[in-house]
């Protein structure tokens, strides 16, 4: 928590954070304060393990054999550990495959968007372009478009044009769509680097590209990982675009490779849980990994 | 720039002659500018994601909305249909019904998602021990993909499975029931997963702007004597404004967009008792091959989410100063 100023009226209690306790009576004295934090942490872990329920019981069966399941119900203790079901789904389901076409597809649909978007909020936001509000704002309104309203015409347009069914046109979409968020995000950030950083560079001689490569891009970093983090989760979760321009089975990434392992394993809730684990460990790992810039990047996202 | 710094930003930008800031090199905000025009480099900055974008975007909108005033049916060409395809919907009872569902989804949705997403906030809010793994928990759910989300969900929803065990466990066996079979029960039992992912996205954006809040606030109304429901209503929800209305558009557009879950389960089955517009949409496009009908579902989704795009934009562009 940011500095809390503590009032000349505070009540003096044993920690300055307790004060900026919102909207509930902070805790006074002794025994009913540490009644009130075991009220607390009873009610959280119960809301957390509500939360976590249905994840905890996915896991376990997808660990249990297809004859435990039949035999004993899907709620029951697990009687069996079985492995072998993120076998079938990793390679009879396809998995193994899809998840190679997703890093295919994540990858430089992340890096090139951040990069593109980079551009235009650079240009955008430390000089003076003509129009540079209007631009922004259209740029921003095509992603805020609902994409219904696009999946005819790019599906038609990339068969007109050659392009269907390639895991290129997909990236292009995604880039395209996803664009304009970015832009308007970025360039808010990149507006409060201050001018003098800039003129300073101006003064060695530094022309545009090298204040763009070599100082306003490593100081928006800490933006660039937070929004590389929720891009790179938007575009591997998901299904629209996929199933609009993709039509051949191998080529289709993770989410809708899901969906056919499910009418390929009909009723083996097993396989089925194990294809959802694998399908959600990436981004689980991308969240864990770059948990601070996750929240942040959210959060940047929500000046909306 | 956090949902908490919004407030920080004077207003004062916000009139519309600020649209274009064409040759403003005068004295309004200079210092931030370089004092010369735009290099081709800078121009070619802007002009080549533009171009992306109106590749993938604006160009396939326009063709989006002349595509909903034809008949096309993807082999022959389209043929000029006028506003044939607009008024087939007020004789169309699956686009009453999937209307319908779409109304319901976003209150629901958005009602619980919002409150819930307040309620977990305000009980989550305050740095203690171990308060970062209790907020882990909740937000665990929304890096999944919403079809990983829904297959974990039917796999649940089963006849034997969890959502029968518990109702039977509470002595509610007789509430027992195939949920997503269930014309009257399908929605409903898929609004619940898209919830229990929403829940936390909310939590973590009212997290933010509780944040925001100047304890000094809390502090004075204490001191006046203010009941904790006075503190809520008079302190809190008024400095929420603007998060409010972030999570309000955030959910909105999701509730647009929520076209995976419903695809992911029922397809909008059983009897299109679970039909909404984005996946009644998809499927007469491209299940039935009705490009002109399609496109003409998709403006409609358009036109129910032209209000929270613009004021989105509106508050956007007061941002951009």
């Given amino acids: 928590m940011a500095a809390t100023t503590p009032g000349p009226n505070a009540v003096p209690s044993a920690r300055p954070s307790a004060m900026s306790s919102a909207a509930r009576p902070a805790p006074r004295r002794g025994p009913g304060r540490s009644l009130r934090t075991a009220g607390f942490h009873t009610g959280a872990i119960l809301l957390s393990a509500v939360w976590f329920l249905p994840i905890a019981l996915i896991l376990i069966i997808s660990l249990r054999s297809t004859d435990d399941v039949l035999g004993h119900g899907l709620n029951a203790l697990p009687h069996s550990f079985h492995p072998g079901n993120y076998a079938s789904a990793w390679t009879g389901g396809g998995m193994e495959h899809a998840l190679v076409n997703s890093a295919v597809i994540a990858v430089p649909s992340v890096a090139l968007t951040l990069l593109l978007a980079s551009m235009a909020a650079f240009a955008l936001s430390r000089y003076e372009i003509p129009l540079r509000r209007t631009l922004i704002l259209v740029m921003l309104g095509g992603n805020l478009l609902p994409p219904q309203i696009l999946l005819v015409p790019v599906a038609k347009l990339s068969q007109v044009f050659g392009v269907y069914d390639t895991l290129t046109t997909l990236i292009v979409v995604e880039v395209g769509f996803g664009l304009g968020f970015y832009v308007f995000v970025l360039q808010g950030f990149m507006r409060s680097i201050p001018a003098e950083i800039q003129q300073a560079a101006l003064i060695d001689g530094a022309g545009p590209f090298q204040i763009y490569w070599r100082i306003v891009l490593p100081l928006t970093r800490p933006a660039l990982a937070a929004l590389g983090a929720l891009a790179f989760t938007w575009i591997f979760n998901d299904l629209l675009w996929p199933i609009t321009v993709l039509i051949t089975e191998s080529k289709m990434p993770v989410t809708p490779a899901l969906l056919t392992l499910q009418g390929q394993f009909v009723s083996y809730w097993n396989v089925i849980a194990a294809g959802s684990v694998i399908a959600a460990v990436p981004t689980v790992a991308v969240f864990l990994r770059f948990q601070r810039h996750f929240i942040s990047g959210l959060n940047l996202g929500a000046v909306k | ?321």
């Fill in chain 2, 1 to 321: 720039m956090s949902v908490a710094s919004t407030q920080a930003h004077p207003a004062g930008a916000a009139t519309a002659g600020g649209l274009g800031v064409r040759g403003s090199r005068g004295p309004r905000r200079d210092r931030r500018f370089k004092p010369f025009g735009p290099s081709p480099l800078l121009i070619a900055f802007v002009v080549v994601p533009l171009l992306i974008e109106s590749v993938a975007v604006f160009w396939p909108a326009i063709q989006g909305v002349y595509i909903s005033l034809t008949h096309w049916n993807g082999v022959n060409p389209p043929t000029f249909a006028g506003l044939d395809n607009y008024r087939r919907m007020f004789d169309d009872p699956v686009f009453r019904k999937a209307l319908e569902n779409t109304a319901i989804w976003l209150v629901l949705f958005g009602t619980v998602s919002a409150a819930g997403g307040l309620g977990c906030a305000m009980f989550l809010q305050r740095e203690r021990r171990g308060i970062a793994v209790y907020r882990a928990a909740l937000f665990l759910p929304v890096v999944f993909s919403l079809t990983a989300t829904a297959l974990m969900w039917q796999t649940l929803y089963q006849p034997r499975g969890l959502a029968n065990g518990l109702l039977s466990a509470i002595g509610l066996g007789s509430w027992q029931h195939a949920w997503l079979a269930d014309p009257r029960t399908a929605l409903y039992a898929q609004i619940l997963p898209a919830l229990w992912r929403e829940i936390g996205y909310v939590m973590v954006l009212y997290l933010a702007g509780l944040k925001g809040i100047d304890p000094a606030l809390h502090e004075a109304a204490k001191v006046d004597g203010a009941s904790a429901w006075q503190q809520f209503r008079n302190v809190t929800l008024p400095q929420l404004r603007s998060v409010n209305a972030v999570v309000l558009s955030v959910i909105v557009i999701d509730s647009l967009r929520s076209f995976d879950v419903v695809w992911s389960l029922t397809q909008g089955g059983p009897y299109n008792s679970s039909q909404l517009l984005s996946t009644y949409m998809y499927q007469t496009a491209f299940v039935n091959t009705d490009f002109g009908y399609g496109c003409a579902l998709a403006v409609v989704i358009f036109v129910l989410a032209f209000g929270v795009i613009v004021s989105y934009l509106i508050r956007a562009f007061k941002e951009t100063d």
